[in-house]
């Protein structure tokens, strides 16, 4: 199945997976938003690695507001998991459901860092690549998830242990919910072709040790944080039983 330039297969997924497109050299209503290749980059004031007009920091910000996080590192995780199951969202969704994926370098990704979740991106320019495991993860984690990752190390101190925690889970969820979609819709090889790619995908290098996938059900070596932040909890693929204890 060819992509098409709305990559309509995506909208019956919901929010979670669509993605916003635009006709070729036409600036659409994301012209005057930042490029994921630009939040990624170092600020130009290399003293103050959170500027202000920083995309990356106006996310963190938003998130740790929305969540009265004590830390900042709170909001870089949680940023950063939502971005990330995004990502997977579309690409692992366009393998199962077209049989290729489009290329989604940073460049032609414009994001909305002040936007709600699940986070918005808009394309510029859709271009099929083969929709195997090994073209998945040079499209999201050579592209994006280890320029983000070192972003926010770089900013937050973040653990890299953490944010490949983070990527092993939203890619879980993310197989898992397209599996359950496509069991309520009579698309059972939209599924398998799901569970194969992720099951390759989580031998790649990057997500080898972020957890143990057994079946459907990731359990994560790391944690998000998220218990951190007032009325938090654990998630369902924490290495933790029950919240560490964060007094002093």
Known sequence: MTLDPDLAALRPLGGFFALHTQAE???GP???LPTLARAYREPADSASPRAPD???TSRVRAVVRALRAPED???ASVAHQGLAARLWSVALGCAALYGSVPDLAPELL???PDGSAPDDLWLTRVRARPGNAATVAQV???AHLEPLCAALRARYRVAEGLLRGNAGSALASTARLLEQWAGAHGRP????RARGLTADLFAHPYLADAGVLTGAAFRRRSCCLYYRAPGGGLCG???FTRPPCTSA
């Open 237 to 239: 693929d924490c290495c």
């Open 30 to 32: 994301a012209g005057v």
């Open 73 to 75: 590192r709170i909001g």
């Open 189 to 192: 090889e939209v599924a398998a």
């Open 140 to 142: 999201v984690v050579d």
């Open 54 to 56: 920083d995309p990356l």
């Open 110 to 112: 414009r994001w909305d």
């Open 25 to 27: 050299g036409s600036p």
